[in-house]
């Protein structure tokens, strides 16, 4: 009798314990690609400040003057590494510093922030974001191919 009852003593904290461990959180932290307007087009130009290759999501933040004689930072998502490589990015594509002009699809709050249709760097080179597949429909939402 007294076996069972140590069994289950340590049986649910170890249950628990595993559970624990379960990577829930890459499924709950994964966003809407709802949140870009894929109807509307902003270009912007500016300097790249830093290019974060990872997943589920790469990006790059740029700088862009405005003409206040300040500085917006945007932050541009550009697909995930494997699906960049699979476009004919590489890692060393963009770097900070590069001059960079983008196409994008702009977020639907208006703030400096959206999802890559085009990059041109400044020798003329182009690469496409996951946007640049993308149609709209009505009301700006995507219409996947």
Known sequence: MQRKTWNAFVA????????????????????????F??????????IVKEVQWTNPHS???????TAAGGQDQWGIEIGSPSLNIRGGW???????????????APARSGKH??????LTT?????????????????NGNPAIP
């Open 37 to 46: 307007d894929y109807s509307k087009e902003v270009t912007i130009e500016g």
């Open 113 to 118: 922030y959206g999802t890559l249709r085009v």
């Open 12 to 35: 649910r904290p170890a249950l628990i314990v595993a559970l624990a461990c379960v990577p829930f959180g890459s499924v709950s932290a994964h966003h809407s690609i709802a949140e």
């Open 122 to 138: 400044a020798d003329g080179r182009k690469f496409k974001g996951v946007a640049a597949t993308f149609k709209a429909d009505k």
């Open 90 to 104: 590489r890692k060393d594509s963009v770097k900070r510093g590069d001059k960079v002009t983008m196409d994008i």
């Open 59 to 65: 990006y790059i933040q740029v700088l862009v003057n």
